[in-house]
């Protein structure tokens, strides 16, 4: 069974060059281009792993993982991974902000924070692995 993987960024051209990236690899992957209509997806389906961007319009990514906070997902989650373009220093204050309760709550654990421009395609795929695999 593939393991599924969910990418949330509000780049189209990011969106598909990692699922690209990752189906080729072997996994299932779903998109969604901002928090809302992650958030929804949510419910509906389970994944391994979640690629979350942070800075997207309609609903970004730390108001996301409050209302994750608020209203648990419908389906159990695996992992997730923080994607952004500005300094690994704010991954601290992401996982002091996501850390009430999460993981006793949705079973959604923040393992990483990726600089999209600072990592290539191969390595990112090869950090995925390690988590989900």
Known sequence: MKKKIFIVDDEMMIREMYKDLFENSGYEVDLAANGKEALEKMDEKSYDMILLDIMMPVMDGMTMLSNINKD?????????MVLTNASPSMFEEIKEKYAKNQKQRTGLQLVDCVVKSSISPDELVEKIDKCVK
């Open 72 to 80: 648990t997902p419908q389906k159990k989650q695996g992992s997730l």
